[in-house]
């Protein structure tokens, strides 16, 4: 009897223990952390500071844009392809208005000649009847190689490098003082490009 009671005792001392064994470990509440609203000088600042962020990138931007401006081909700024005929030596300069540039072929060779007056920006035109071009705004007058005659224009017309590309691979291209790009006899022009993005300074008076 007092065995069996002693087995009881036991038994129930064995579960005691499990039942403890089997208990999930207490967990330690940590004090949460307090994060204070910003004040209102606070979210001004924030405001001001990402609005002047904003505004300098934009204006970053755009300096970039017009520092290093990319052109498509045949848009002024770029290199346009001629694809009309060249005229013949001595024969009216070919204006070519989206390009804003006359190609003139001259004893000397091929020129383009930009469009616009040294004077004050007017637009020249060629006169067929006086073989020159001439200003309309303050009389200014051009030879067809774009030197200078008459008129308050400072200078000769300014002009854009052309490169000309013949049919056996070899290429010309205007030298650094825009002179006339000579059309050699015997070959065949396959292309004719000008570059738009170059003014080249136009040549000063007295220059024929």
Not at 86 to 112: C, K, M, Q, Y
């Amino acid at each position: 009897m007092a065995t069996a009671s002693s087995t009881r005792s036991e038994a129930a001392a064995r579960a005691s223990i499990a039942r403890t064994g089997d208990a999930a470990p207490s967990t330690q509440v940590l004090p949460g952390v307090q994060v204070a609203a910003p004040t209102r000088r606070e979210f001004l600042y924030y405001i001001w500071g990402a609005s002047i962020a904003l505004m300098l990138g934009q204006v970053g931007a755009g300096v970039l844009w017009f520092a290093f401006p990319r052109f498509r081909e045949g848009e002024f700024g770029g290199i346009f392809p001629f694809q009309g005929k060249i005229p013949d030596v001595g024969a009216p300069p070919e204006f070519v208005p989206s390009g804003r540039f006359h190609v003139s072929n001259t004893p000397a060779g091929l020129l383009t000649l930009y469009g616009v007056c040294t004077h004050l920006g007017c637009l020249p035109k060629w006169v067929p009847t006086n073989s020159r071009f001439e200003c309309p705004c303050h009389g200014s007058k051009y030879r067809a190689n774009g030197t200078y005659i008459e008129g308050p224009a400072p200078r000769g017309l300014d002009r854009f490098p052309v490169t000309v590309t013949f049919t056996d691979g070899t290429k010309v291209t205007t030298d650094a003082k825009g002179d006339a790009v000579a059309l050699p006899a015997g070959k065949t022009v396959a292309s004719v490009s000008i570059d738009t993005g170059k003014k080249l300074t136009g040549p000063a008076h007295g220059i024929v």
